[in-house]
């Protein structure tokens, strides 16, 4: 059951500023898809008429191997489209803002989810609160102080174990609750073997990502050479639109299959139960639109016993929020993708810097993002789009 409707006052949605926002990475990060050496987003800054401030990230990648959006496709959906929409509006809070991003609109779910999760940072700031309060009020839990976090580890360029296993040991040092790589086809059982090798004896999970990167069915062989290696999930192995190839492997695989790419909502995780498919979740804020449809999500996953865990894409330190107060809430069971600003950006560059303590952990903010953002930062690296 969720929490009781509170009768909140309506919030007037003055003005709303949009930005490109470009942090470089401390290193190029490589997928099956694609290598990035700057995170680029968008970020939405919503004004209401009494002074408070909420934030939001757009942060699809700038060309369409992760998603069909891209930041260009968003930057113009949300000037023409979906920004003018809310300028001016009276709404009851972000479910409302939900709606009404919706309506005509059909996917694009990164552009919404930059206006949507700026309306609950907004109602934060309003209510002198965090994120992850309000989503335990909309659910009736108590969320999670602390989150553990999991290191994403990309495919090394030069292809070699060796520096797969430098950098899993420095992630040991580091005190990270799990270990992910990531694999592709040609890139699987010789990593994950040296993964193994490096974990041995250290108590950490081990799982693997291929970002949708095999085909079904030519690579199921290799898909299942990987059931014997010992690892907590495998996660999106087959393209986002290949539900049944995902369904026949979970129900065969001793290892579970996580989906990620394939879980845009509600709507595609009854589909997957009612198929009786993969149950472990991969809860990825901006690809679902935002948090109201995260709140969908978690209730489904709550009635029916699916395991969730929370990603990211990654996104910057402000875009992160989100994703963090959604990871505090029961039903996250397994380690998040969230990581220290420094694994990505280096020391001094994000705009809010997310630290992670020696045992692994990561505190859930109890304030809105206002009060935590570096101005001085985001100055820098934010560039205003009129």
Request: with cysteine.
């Amino acid at each position: 059951m969720s929490a009781p409707a509170v009768k909140r006052p309506p919030m007037r949605i003055a003005r709303i500023d949009l930005f490109e926002l470009a942090l470089p990475l401390a290193e190029p990060f490589t997928i099956s898809g694609g290598t990035m050496t700057v995170r680029r987003s968008l970020v939405t800054l919503l004004h209401d008429d009494e002074g408070h401030r909420g934030y939001g990230e757009s942060p699809p990648f700038e060309l369409p191997f992760y998603s069909e959006e891209t930041l260009g496709s968003a930057r113009l959906l949300l000037r023409e489209v979906l920004i003018p929409r809310l300028i001016g509006r009276d709404v009851d809070g972000p479910e409302t803002v939900d709606a009404l991003l919706r309506e005509g609109v059909r996917g694009n779910p990164f552009a919404r989810a930059a206006l949507e999760t700026a309306a609950w940072d907004l109602e934060a700031h309003r209510r002198g609160t965090g994120i992850a309060a309000l989503l335990g009020e909309r659910l009736g839990v108590a969320p999670a102080a602390r989150i553990p976090c999991g290191v994403a580890l990309g495919i090394p360029p030069d292809r070699s174990t060796a520096t797969l296993v430098r950098w899993i040991e420095d992630a040991l040092a580091h005190g990270y609750r799990r270990v992910k790589i990531k694999i592709a086809p040609g890139w699987d059982a010789e990593p994950v073997a040296a993964a193994r090798g490096a974990l041995a004896g250290a108590g950490i999970p081990l799982t693997v990502d291929a970002n949708g990167g095999y085909e079904w069915p030519a690579h199921e062989s290799a898909v299942r050479a990987l059931d014997h290696a010992d690892l907590l999930y495998i996660e999106q192995p087959l393209p986002p639109d290949e539900l049944l190839g995902h369904v026949r492997l979970s129900q065969t695989l001793r290892t579970p299959v996580c989906v990620d790419e394939s879980l845009h909502g509600e709507g595609v995780g009854r589909q997957l139960l009612e198929l009786d498919g993969p149950r472990v979740w991969n809860v990825k804020v901006h690809r679902m639109g935002g948090l109201t449809e995260v709140c969908r999500v978690v209730r489904l996953a709550r009635e029916r016993g699916v395991r969730l865990w929370g990603g990211t894409m990654p996104e910057s330190g402000l875009g992160s929020q989100a994703a963090l107060a959604s990871a505090a809430m029961p039903g996250f069971v397994y380690p998040s993708d969230l990581e220290p600003s420094t694994r990505w950006f280096g020391p001094g560059v994000d705009v809010i810097e997310l630290v992670m303590a020696a045992d692994g952990t990561m505190e859930v903010p109890g304030t809105s993002i206002a009060g935590r953002l570096d101005e001085a930062r985001f100055r820098r690296a934010a560039r205003r789009l009129d």
